[in-house]
């Protein structure tokens, strides 16, 4: 079984940055796909990005496209969210997730999931 954590959300001005973080623990890291989803009350979860077990390929929403980016980091078991010039529009709660098999853009799909942490982007 694999735990995942997240940290570093909070309150940020809008056009500011956050790059949030995922600690994994539990099972081998670097086999697992990572991606990061998103969640307002009352909304179905959001897909953001994910990035490959291989670290070559990552793959985004539209509406972050630009300005959001993956990184992960196999020998501390991290994966890492990089957000810039951050809107309103942005705040949620975000999630990291690991799947297995092959990369996912579906909810249902992943196999591990961690508690989330807040963004709220204020003008």
């Known amino acids: 079984q694999m735990h995942l954590v997240e940290s570093g959300g909070g309150l940020v001005q809008s056009g500011g940055s956050l790059r949030l973080s995922c600690a994994a623990s539990?099972?081998?890291?670097?086999?697992?796909?990572m991606g990061w989803f998103r969640q307002t009350p009352g909304k179905e979860r959001e897909f953001v990005g994910v990035?490959?077990?291989?670290?070559?390929?990552?793959y985004y929403a539209d509406a972050v496209k630009g300005r959001f980016t993956i990184s992960r980091d196999d020998a501390e078991n991290t994966v890492y969210l990089r957000m810039n010039s951050l809107k309103p529009e942005d705040t949620a709660v975000y999630y990291c997730?690991?799947?297995?098999?092959?990369?996912?853009?579906?909810?249902?799909?992943?196999?591990?999931w961690g508690q989330g942490t807040q963004v709220t982007v204020f003008s």
């Open positions: 997730a690991a799947r297995r098999g092959a990369r996912s853009a579906y909810v249902n799909e992943y196999d591990y």
């Open positions: 539990g099972l081998t890291f670097s086999s697992y796909h």
């Open positions: 990035l490959t077990r291989s670290g070559g390929n990552s």
